[in-house]
Every structure is written in structure tokens, then in C-alpha cells.
């Protein structure tokens, strides 16, 4: 009777898309960066005073985007050195998004704010970008002050989407 719970845990870790290599290390939940390595950055142009001059303009993200070439390259690096989930190094499987998004003033070229975020996992690529357009209604309405949603979303954004968009 005890192989029972054995086998409901072994196949709860295989839906969970355990990998037996990581044994002793921590299970990284794919929809969050490694926070070492993706702590996320600001854009000093960008503050609790000047956000109705720059992020809280229409376009204003369009005018700080880096090229696609630039962050294609690293993402194809960060996937190669520990960012791909479960060996897939397929670029198309993966938006190189900002962690703090240019929407809030996060830093449009420091690699410490880019990471490729899986489009396929529980909580994707697309689950973040509610988040983000929700944050930036509720900064540029100064309802929640930049620093606040800044330091929501680069902490755990899945946590900021249940406190935020719910």
C-alpha cells in the first residue's frame, strides 16, 4: 500500500514536467526568470514625474524598442545557458520579453530586464501582457505609483496578476 502514494507523486512530477536531472536543486517555475540573472532594470528616463511625458504618451514604447535582431541574439544565448524549459531551444517558443515592461520604464536594452519567456506554459507570455496594460492604466491614472508596479512585477509577476488583475 505505500507504492501507492509513490506513484500518484511520480506522476504528479511528470505532469509537472519534473526533470530528474534537477534533483537536489529547486524546481523553477518556467513562466518566472531566474532572478539572478533577470532581476530586472529601470530606464532612468522614466519616473514618477516624467511618466506623463514619456511611457503614459500613446506610441511612447515604439520610440525605446531595440531592434528584433538585437534581442533575438539574446535569446538565443539566454536558451543556450539555462532558460530553454525542458531542453527546447526554439526560438518561436519564446517571446524575449521585459521583465519590467518598457510600458512601466523598465530598461529596453539591459539584459538584466530580458529573458525568453515561454508563450505554452501555465502562466505565458500572453497571461503577462494583461498584466503589464493593466499596470499601465493604473500608473498613468496615478492610481498606483510607478515604483509600487515597477517592484510588483519584477518581483513575481504571477503574484502581481492575482493582485492586480485577479
Not at 5 to 26: E, I, S
Not at 77 to 101: F, K, P
Not at 134 to 155: E, G, N, S, T, Y
Amino acid at each position: 500500500m505505500k507504492r501507492k502514494p509513490l506513484l500518484v507523486a511520480l506522476a504528479a512530477t511528470a505532469w509537472l514536467g519534473f526533470n530528474p536531472a534537477m534533483l537536489g536543486a529547486a524546481v523553477r517555475n518556467p513562466a518566472l526568470p531566474i532572478a539572478q540573472r533577470t532581476p530586472g532594470a529601470l530606464d532612468p528616463r522614466v519616473t514618477q514625474a516624467t511618466i506623463h511625458r514619456t511611457i503614459c504618451v500613446s506610441g511612447y514604447t515604439s520610440t525605446v524598442r531595440p531592434p528584433s535582431s538585437y534581442t533575438h541574439a539574446i535569446k538565443v544565448r539566454q536558451l543556450h545557458s539555462g532558460y530553454a524549459v525542458n531542453g527546447d531551444l526554439s526560438t518561436s517558443d519564446y517571446e524575449e520579453d521585459h521583465l519590467i515592461s518598457l510600458e512601466l520604464g523598465g530598461s529596453p536594452t539591459a539584459e538584466k530586464n530580458l529573458w525568453p519567456e515561454p508563450y505554452f506554459s501555465v502562466n505565458g507570455a500572453r497571461t503577462k501582457d494583461t498584466l503589464e496594460n493593466r499596470l499601465h492604466v493604473l500608473v498613468c491614472a496615478d492610481i498606483v505609483p510607478l515604483a509600487v508596479a515597477q517592484k510588483a512585477i519584477a518581483k513575481n509577476w504571477i503574484n502581481a496578476y492575482r493582485v492586480y488583475v485577479g
